[in-house]
Nanobody, 124 residues
């Protein structure tokens, strides 16, 4: 069974930066596509960013493109989300997910394993 654990959330002022980390264990990390999603209070879960198993392909939501960067370190079984120029509307619980297809999918139902989430709060 694959376990996915996020870390790095917290409280930040608008304009600041945070880096989220996601560690996956229990399987062969280098074969998984990885994604980040987020869910704000009262809203549905939405796609943020995804990366293919090799790291060669990435996808971003339009609202974060140019501000967020997803990357992965297969040797450390970890995927990262560097978030810069944070805005209050980025406030949400951020979830990391793994897909067995190995691709940078943007749809939540393409993912097989999910973490519990980490809270990111951006104050104005």
């Amino acid at each position: 069974q694959v376990q996915v654990i996020e870390s790095g959330g917290g409280l930040m002022q608008a304009g600041g930066s945070l880096r989220l980390s996601c560690a996956a264990s229990g399987g062969t990390f280098s074969t998984y596509g990885m994604g980040w999603f987020r869910q704000a209070p009262g809203k549905e879960r939405e796609f943020v960013a995804a990366i293919s198993r090799s790291g060669s392909f990435t996808n971003y939501a339009g609202s974060v493109k140019g501000r967020f960067t997803i990357s992965r370190g297969n040797a450390k079984n970890t995927v990262y989300l560097q978030m810069n120029s944070l805005r209050p509307e980025d406030t949400a619980v951020y979830y990391c997910a793994a897909n067995l297809g190995g691709n940078a999918y943007t749809l939540a139902n393409s993912y097989n394993y999910w973490g519990q989430g980490t809270q990111v709060t951006v104050s104005s």
